[in-house]
């Protein structure tokens, strides 16, 4: 029989542990256009500079530089949307409500 070894924790590995699969959904959404809107800005500059290093008819170089370019603005609200969605979680997490404003003067039956 092989022993067991206990689960080393980590900060990281609880961290994980306690975000909610919408903030890992956000997270994976701002990395990955984080990533795509820089390629695709490269890759639509050499489309639109007909750039050798892009194997199109010179024809189609055009159109694809167009479309690199409305995908990176799409990967950008992508981004974006992601970025605004976990902050008004963080943002509902940490509003403190309080159910009075004032104290209440006591009555003669809480002083027994």
């Not at 809107?37 to 170089?61: A, Y």
């Not at 974006?80 to 976990?86: E, I, L, M, N, V």
């Amino acid at each position: 029989q092989v022993p067991v070894k206990p689960r080393l924790r980590s900060l990281g590995h609880s961290r994980l542990r306690l975000m909610s699969a919408k903030d890992a959904a956000a997270d994976v959404c701002m990395v990955m256009a984080a990533f795509a809107v820089p390629l695709l800005i490269f890759i639509g500059v050499l489309c639109s500079q007909n750039s050798h290093m892009i194997e199109l008819p010179e024809e189609q170089k055009s159109d694809a530089a167009w479309g690199c370019f409305g995908s990176a603005i799409l990967y950008g609200g992508t981004f974006y949307g992601a970025f605004r969605f976990k902050h008004a979680e963080q943002a509902q997490a940490r509003d403190v409500v309080f159910g009075q404003t004032e104290l209440q003067p006591m009555t003669e039956s809480c002083r027994n």
